[in-house]
């Protein structure tokens, strides 16, 4: 009789085992590919989108990561100067941190000693958003971009 309740006991363990499957992480989308701007946000308090501001029309700006890399250029119509860079990035479940190496000299200028960039990323497979948050940790603006590859 010990031996029959064993079985079924097993036999009920398995069952129910079989039948359970642990819940699968949720997978991080990859920023890799190519990415065009599309619109920008700004954030009145921190939280809340209080505005959406679109490109300008001819304006283009385009990012390009790859192995570790990070690429973009910037075109505005109706200025002649040169706006690139090129560095690293990484990516955690809710960051985007890109280390600039090189870029054009506007861009240098531009940015005086700052050289490492961190945003909150709003990730999916087609749209991607780098929020830019002040000392406090409070959203202050984004780039809102969408996949092009």
């Given at each position: 009789m010990k031996k029959i309740l064993g079985?079924?006991?097993?036999?009920?363990?398995?069952?129910?085992?079989?039948?359970?499957?642990?819940?699968?992480?949720?997978?991080?989308?990859?920023?890799?590919?190519?990415?065009?701007?599309?619109?920008?946000?700004?954030?009145?308090?921190?939280?809340?989108?209080s505005d959406t501001?679109?490109?300008?029309?001819?304006?283009?700006q385009v990012k390009m990561y790859y192995n570790g890399k990070v690429m973009w250029t910037r075109y505005v119509p109706q200025d002649s100067v040169e706006w690139f860079g090129y560095g690293q990035y990484k990516v955690t479940p809710d960051s985007l941190i890109e280390t600039l190496e090189y870029a054009s000299s506007s861009m240098m200028s531009a940015l005086d000693t700052l050289r490492v960039f961190r945003f909150e990323l709003d990730?999916?497979?087609?749209?991607?958003?780098?929020?830019?948050?002040?000392?406090?940790g409070n959203r202050t603006f984004s780039e809102n971009y969408v996949r092009i590859d």
């Open positions: 079985l079924v006991f097993l036999v009920f363990i398995f069952i129910s085992t079989a039948w359970y499957a642990p819940p699968k992480p949720e997978t991080m989308h990859s920023i890799e590919g190519t990415w065009e701007l599309q619109s920008f946000y700004s954030y009145d308090d921190g939280v809340n989108i501001v679109p490109k300008a029309d001819g304006y283009r990730i999916t497979e087609s749209t991607y958003s780098q929020i830019s948050f002040d000392e406090e």
